[in-house]
Structures are given as structure tokens and as C-alpha cells.
């Protein structure tokens, strides 16, 4: 009975070891011409996942730097995960032609 | 027959001494005040025995000749950064008709409207635009959107009024390539243009002159200002194999020049508002309206081909004697331009 337990711990340990965990997600709506939330805060050496979300019209999200360049459609997100390497604080832009407003479509990604 | 890196070889096998393709088409800027007029002419001695051989290799052997760029007219916008309306843009027209010689060709590099969510009244902004750009004498006029044009509709207006977003055509000797970075709305060419672009310049020897004219600037200048095209590499790898590549664009509404491998790419002035120099501006904000000055920075572009060498001319709308306190009032007559 001890050695059943032992060998069902043993194998727990390693398919725990074995799964890397999650990616923490970051949800970002955009809609005609904001970005929610705008400012987003990163960590240096943390996988994230970035998920853009457009909920009235086709946008972009691009941080070069960061390695950012998703496009969503209305009702079909995209997303990325990403490792920042560096800290800095990071502008972002719709490259999606959106309207009248889209030059102001910005928001931050700050990485500490 | 023996190869020389540098230089020119004959079909005959000769050597042409010291001769360096890239010098054959060549462009050198001049500021004159309202677009931008590109000219051709031989620059070395070689150059009239290396335009027959490029008439033999590609048919047709570059001869003088002068285009003129045009760029964001943006008819339709009325705000404070430039209360004029489409006036710089008539005034434009004005020039160009006095130039002598005339240009064989003009090239508008897009935003040629301003956008509006109502579709009857972009129709409208089009049908204003083809107006003023039928006073011009030169009759030959090729059109690329910007995204102001056709980023909303993919292009559905533009197309009515002016036909496809992307074409080839040659010139005396010179190939042109319109190129369509917008109509996806976001900034790029796409897999099927790029792939027609490749099929499209198969057939042209590696020293065809090539002039390629589109909207947004086909590599990173201020990809923060969305002064980029997100498949621009992709363009340039399948026109890097050619030796004298010429890329006019506008977009950024200011005249840059810049040489990445063989290619030269310049950016004409805009017809409305300037922007800033991203070297030094924070912002991305429009140079503000100078009554005194209310064509400061803005624009024409010429062209000239003379056989071997490609000229710049960069033409602020501002010349003196209709600068300063009485400026608007004299750019709003007409005849008086020249």
C-alpha cells in the first residue's frame, strides 16, 4: 500500500514538473479609437499573452519593439505571447485604419 | 568574356570602362516650392553609348523626358492646421501648367481624398479631386490610393472613380509599378500583389530603370508614426535584384530622402498641412497654420529622365513673391503664379 502511494506521488511530481505553467493573459478592447485598458503592465522575463479584442471594427495593435503586431477582426481576436527582455515603456498604435479618429489610438505597454 | 566587378560589359564582350549602372539613373533634389518633377539625363560620358545598350537589352532606350509627383491632396479637409481647403492643391495645378517643358506624366502618390464615414459624400470628395486634376494640361495622370482613399471600403471609391489600386506601365525606356499598401487597411502590399509584382518584372533585364510609386513608405521610418508597410521587405527583396530602383511616396507629408541598397526612395511634399521631423519631434502633431506663410512646406515634385539620370526637383508652393503678409490673397489669384 505504501509503495502504491509512493509511485502515485512520484508520478503526480513529474507531470506537475513536466506542465509549464500559463502564460498570464492580458485582454485589450479596442473600439473606435481607444484601446481598454490603455496603459498595460509588464514583467521583465514573464510570459504573457497578449489577446486583442475588437468589438466594432477591424483594428491593429503594434509595439515593434516588443515583438507586438496582431490584427483583430469584429468577434475574432488575435493574440500573442510574448517575453519581454528589456524594461521600458513601449507606445502603442492601431495600424488598422479605423476612421476619422485613428491617429489617436494609442496606448502604453510598460515593462518593469 | 571576362567579368570586372564595377563595371559595364557589352553584349560584345567589351568592357565599358568604369562605367557603374547605378550612375545611370540617378536623382538629384532641388528645392523649387510644390510637389516634386523628376528628370533623367546622361551623367557620365559613357552614358549615351550605355542607354543605347539598354535600349537594346530592354527595347526601349531611356530618352529626356519629366514627370511631376503629386501627393496628399486630401480633398475634403477643412480644419485648422489648414483652413485652405483645396487651395495649395489648385495652386499646384497652377504651377504645373506653367512648367515648360511640360512633364509627360503625372503621379499622384495618394490620400488624395479625405475620408468621411458617409460613402455619398467620399463620392463627392472624388468627384472634387478628378475636378482639379482635370485642369492640369498633362493628360496622363496614374493614381495609387492612400488610406484615406480606400482603407474603409478596400478601395470600392477609388476604383469607380479612378481605377485599379495597382498597375505597371513603361516610359521611354523606364518601367513604372503603382503599388497599393493600403486598401487591406492595415499597411500592407499582400501575398497576391507581391506575387503579381514578381510575375510583372520577370520579363525586364536587371538594368530596366524602375520607378515604383505607392502611398506609405516601403520600409521602417516611424513605424510609432505608422510611417512603415508591414510586408515592405518582401517588396523590396523581389526589386532588389535590379539595379537603378526609384521609390516615390508620400504619406508622411515632408520630403525624405533615403537610400536603402539600390533603391532611392523619397517622400513628397504634401498639398495640406506638414508634419514634423521625426528626428526631432516627440509627436506626431501638424506643423501649424502660418497665415503669413499658408503654403509653407508644402508641395510639388519633378521628375526629369534625360536619358541617364534621373533629377529631383522638390517645389515648396511658398516662393518669395507671394510670401509674407499678403501671401494668401496672392495665391488665391490666379495667372500669377510664375
Known amino acids: ?112 | 568574356m571576362k567579368k570586372v566587378a564595377g563595371e559595364f560589359h557589352r553584349s560584345k564582350g567589351e568592357v565599358m570602362a568604369s562605367f557603374d549602372r547605378r550612375s545611370f539613373l540617378r536623382l538629384s533634389a532641388a528645392s523649387i516650392g510644390a510637389g516634386a518633377v523628376l528628370q533623367f539625363f546622361p551623367s557620365t560620358a559613357h552614358a549615351a553609348t550605355a542607354a543605347k545598350l539598354l535600349g537594346k537589352r530592354t527595347g526601349e532606350a531611356p530618352s529626356p523626358f519629366s514627370i511631376v509627383q503629386l501627393s496628399d491632396t486630401h480633398v475634403g479637409f477643412n480644419g485648422p492646421p489648414d483652413p485652405l481647403g483645396t487651395a495649395a492643391f489648385e495652386r499646384a495645378v497652377d504651377m504645373i501648367n506653367a512648367l515648360t517643358p511640360q512633364p509627360d506624366l503625372i503621379l499622384f502618390t495618394g490620400d488624395l481624398t479625405h475620408d468621411s464615414e458617409d460613402s455619398a459624400e467620399h463620392s463627392k470628395r472624388f468627384a472634387k479631386f478628378k475636378e482639379i486634376a482635370g485642369h492640369l494640361r498633362v493628360k496622363k495622370r496614374f493614381f495609387v490610393p492612400g488610406e484615406h482613399d480606400a482603407a474603409l471600403d478596400g478601395g470600392t471609391l477609388f476604383r469607380e472613380h479612378l481605377g485599379e489600386t495597382h498597375q505597371s506601365f513603361d516610359h521611354r525606356g523606364v518601367h513604372f509599378v503603382a503599388l497599393d499598401n493600403v486598401s487591406a487597411g492595415r499597411p500592407a502590399v499582400g501575398k497576391a500583389q507581391i506575387a503579381w509584382l514578381k510575375s510583372d518584372l520577370a520579363r525586364y533585364s536587371k538594368e530596366t530603370p524602375i520607378v515604383v510609386f505607392t502611398h506609405r513608405p516601403l520600409f521602417d521610418l516611424k513605424p510609432e508614426w505608422e510611417w512603415f508597410t508591414s510586408d515592405g521587405d518582401a517588396v523590396m527583396n523581389v526589386l532588389a535584384p535590379y539595379d537603378a530602383v526609384t521609390v516615390l511616396y508620400g504619406h508622411i507629408h515632408r520630403e525624405q530622402q533615403t537610400t536603402l541598397g539600390n533603391a532611392q526612395h523619397y517622400a513628397a511634399r504634401s498639398l495640406i498641412f506638414a508634419f514634423p521631423d521625426p528626428a526631432t519631434a516627440a509627436e506626431k502633431k501638424p506643423l501649424p497654420f502660418d497665415a503669413s506663410q499658408p503654403f509653407r512646406n508644402l508641395g510639388i515634385r519633378r521628375i526629369t529622365d534625360s536619358g541617364s539620370r534621373l533629377a529631383i526637383d522638390d517645389i515648396e508652393l511658398t516662393k518669395r513673391e507671394v510670401s509674407g503678409a499678403n501671401g494668401v490673397a496672392q495665391l488665391l489669384r490666379q495667372g500669377e503664379l510664375l
Do not use: W
Open chain 1, 1 to 112: 500500500m505504501k509503495r502504491c502511494l509512493f509511485l502515485f506521488l512520484l508520478v503526480a511530481l513529474l507531470a506537475s514538473a513536466q506542465e509549464p505553467a500559463k502564460p498570464r493573459v492580458v485582454e485589450i478592447t479596442a473600439k473606435r479609437f481607444e484601446f481598454a485598458p490603455n496603459v498595460v503592465t509588464l514583467h521583465r522575463g514573464e510570459a504573457v499573452t497578449i489577446r486583442l479584442n475588437a468589438i466594432d471594427h477591424a483594428h491593429g495593435l503594434l509595439v515593434k519593439p516588443l515583438g507586438i503586431d496582431l490584427d483583430a477582426d469584429r468577434g475574432s481576436p488575435d493574440e500573442i505571447t510574448i517575453t519581454p527582455a528589456a524594461a521600458g515603456s513601449f507606445p502603442a498604435i492601431c495600424d488598422h485604419y479605423c476612421g476619422m479618429g485613428h491617429g489617436n489610438m494609442k496606448m502604453t505597454f510598460v515593462v518593469q
